[in-house]
């Protein structure tokens, strides 16, 4: 069984986080969504606009049945790869930051894949707050 694990908000729901999704399983057989949790991005953002709690942006992805597991994370780093089970990390090609580039290379050390994912043209979450 190959394990594919992507990290996000997915706030604002929108197709480009389906198309994500289906991609990933596209790599493997058992999808494991990770959804941040609201309480810590608002320690560090206080002036984000979250439109679902945590528990409502799991509730959402748990309910597409293309998605074996969804787990919640405050921040992405090497700590929290360690606990999971995982065979391939799925990145958006847009999470270029260096706490991206810091867990690709850790998973390419313990023998993880990753790939990158394209986006799809012209949304975003970003897009869908700018006209509310």
Same mark, same amino acid.
């Given at each position: 069984?190959?394990?594919? #694990?992507? @990290?996000? =908000?997915? +706030? !604002? /729901? ?6 994500? /999704?289906?991609?990933?399983?596209? !790599?493997?057989? @058992?999808? &494991?969504? $990770? =959804?941040? +949790?609201?309480?810590? &991005? ?5 002036? $984000?606009? =979250? ?7 799991? *509730?959402?992805?748990? $309910? %597409? ?19 999971? *089970? /995982?065979? &391939?990390?799925? %990145?958006?090609? +847009?999470?270029?930051?260096?706490? @991206?580039?810091? =867990?690709?290379?850790?998973? !390419? *050390? ?12 012209? #949304? ?6 700018? %006209?509310?």
């Amino acid at each position: 069984m190959k394990r594919v #694990i992507t @990290f996000g =908000v997915y +706030d !604002y /729901f929108h197709l480009g986080h389906l198309r994500l /999704f289906k991609q990933a399983k596209q !790599y493997g057989n @058992f999808l &494991i969504v $990770a =959804v941040q +949790d609201g309480d810590y &991005i608002l320690k560090y953002k206080p002036d $984000a606009k =979250v439109l679902y709690s945590t528990e409502e942006r799991i *509730e959402l992805v748990k $309910a %597409l049945s293309i998605v074996d597991k969804v787990i919640i994370y405050k921040d992405l780093n090497i700590n929290v790869l360690k606990d999971i *089970e /995982f065979d &391939i990390l799925a %990145l958006g090609e +847009d999470q270029t930051a260096k706490r @991206f580039n810091d =867990v690709a290379q850790w998973c !390419y *050390e313990h023998n993880k894949e990753v790939i990158r994912l394209k986006r799809t043209p012209d #949304i975003a979450s970003s897009l869908i707050k700018k %006209l509310l």
